[in-house]
């Protein structure tokens, strides 16, 4: 593969058409399911997979099949395989993966910023869904397409790019099942939904946290009453909250204390955070926008990096039962509401932890109140095997030839449910999970945004990979 035709191969592609389709991709709010239910009747995702596929078919090589699979009831999917070159008659492929549904709005977007307005401002293209993960499949077919400009052998290529990430990928196992005779056997699985922890060289994701969560609801009244009245009578149902909530978590420390949300940090991933945090420094907090005056959790790099990557952690995203401030009178309220999410360790089954949680959350209820945890929602994490020797030089070789700098590894904080099954059900395949959402590129939050030189770096390294893993001596 020469690296130089590569490289003006895949700029000149993000540059005229990639960025382009990226911003009109971010006019559409096809929120995930999870946050708009009625998704079929408003027709935003049947409109970006529509543009997809159109773009998928002028793109593709020649032979390529470009297909929208629906199954009933479920968010579409998009599938398209590529042929290897030379044709290769085994099972054997090389798994791409991407998802085109997005996160809600969420408030707090900077002035002349708003999340289905792209735009473009130096390097950065603003807008929701551009960067998670929008772009995968343009990287992913554009890598393939530069290497058949070259005529560089690849293996067969099979991507899939799912509608229900965001909503944790409950529609995706049903799909894998159905398409299982046309996907064969993966030897490497290539992921582009994961982050980078600068824009200067390639990361490798080596572990995603899973997640557990629902919704905790405090009842103390059947109605609000007056507080002058009540206080110091009836228990108030947001102390009652804090109460159990405290079961989970050290108010002090932020420590989650069940020992079940716990699992053992694999030696090889200790030595990899003394690594990343020798490369990060003290950009491993600072890149968050702090209030002023609020101190990280600490300030030790590698401690803050196991924290993210392998420990348990706490967050309350969301809840009812409390007026907005300015219309708040003086009532005891009735209940309060409250959704919590705590992020496990890859290792640690969900499964568990969510029945761990739910019976932590409604046993013994404090004053009698009524209790109730809907634990709805949970992924298992996933743990990387070990890089193949062919791969870790391949991912230097690519980080060296087109970021200047070498590898770096790093365990993600999120979670992609998608890995955890891949890795249960291709035990024997290698796995190469990167992505672009780097420093400020804030996911989810408000003012997200795609860093346009990681990605078409990345593109470039997807397509050196894929090459190397054509010359590779197979196990």
């Not at 392998?310 to 009812?320: E, F, M, S, V, Y």
Request: aromatic share 8%.
């Amino acid at each position: 593969m020469d690296h130089a035709k590569t490289q003006s191969y895949i700029e000149r592609m993000w540059d005229t058409s990639i960025v382009p389709e990226l911003t009109e991709y971010i006019r559409i709010p096809n929120k995930s399911v999870a946050f708009d239910p009625d998704w079929q009747a408003h027709g935003h995702m049947d409109k970006v997979i529509a543009r997809f596929e159109k773009w998928a078919r002028e793109h593709v090589p020649k032979g390529a099949t470009v297909e929208v699979v629906r199954l009933p009831k479920r968010t579409p999917l998009l599938f398209i395989e590529i042929p290897g070159q030379p044709p290769n008659q085994n099972g054997d492929c090389i798994l791409l993966y991407g998802h085109m549904d997005k996160q809600p709005e969420m408030a707090g977007w900077r002035e002349g910023l708003d999340p289905w307005t792209p735009k473009l401002e130096g390097d950065r293209l603003y807008g929701r869904g551009a960067a998670d993960d929008g772009y995968a499949m343009f990287a992913c077919l554009s890598s393939i397409r530069a290497l058949e400009e070259q005529g560089v052998p690849h293996a067969r290529c099979v991507v899939v790019i799912e509608a229900c990430e965001e909503s944790g990928s409950f529609d995706l196992p049903a799909y894998i099942d159905h398409l299982a005779p046309r996907i064969g056997q993966p030897s490497l699985v290539i992921a582009l939904d994961s982050g980078c922890g600068n824009y200067e060289q390639l990361w490798c994701t080596t572990s995603l946290r899973g997640l557990v969560g629902g919704t905790l609801k405090v009842e103390v009244l059947t109605e609000g009453v007056h507080s002058g009245d009540a206080g110091g009578v009836v228990p108030d149902s947001f102390r009652l909250a804090r109460q159990l909530v405290s079961r989970i978590e050290d108010e002090g420390t932020g420590r989650i204390i069940p020992e079940v949300f716990h699992a053992e940090i694999p030696k090889a991933r200790l030595k990899q955070a003394a690594a990343t945090a020798a490369i990060l420094g003290d950009d491993m907090y600072q890149k968050f926008p702090f209030a002023p005056g609020t101190r990280p959790v600490s300030t030790d790099p590698t401690e803050l990096i196991l924290n993210r990557a392998w420990r348990p952690a706490l967050a309350i995203i969301g809840a009812d039962g409390l007026p907005a401030a300015g219309n708040a009178g003086n009532v005891l309220r009735p209940m309060t509401t409250l959704k919590l999410s705590l992020r496990i360790p890859p290792t640690c089954d969900a499964k568990i932890a969510s029945r761990a949680l739910k019976e932590l959350m409604e046993d013994d209820p404090p004053s009698g109140a009524k209790v109730s945890f809907d634990a709805n929602w949970g992924a298992t994490g996933w743990d990387a095997p070990e890089l193949a020797p062919w791969l870790e030089k391949s991912l230097d070789d690519a980080s060296q030839a087109f970021f200047g700098k070498p590898i770096a590894f790093m365990g993600e904080g999120g979670t992609i449910p998608f890995m955890a099954m891949l890795g249960e059900r291709f035990p024997k395949a290698q796995f190469l999970i990167t992505g672009v959402l780097g420093p400020h590129a804030n996911a989810h939050g408000p003012n997200e945004f795609l860093h346009i030189p990681t990605g078409k770096r990345l593109t470039c390294c997807v397509a050196k990979v894929i090459a190397d893993h054509a010359k590779r001596t197979p196990a």
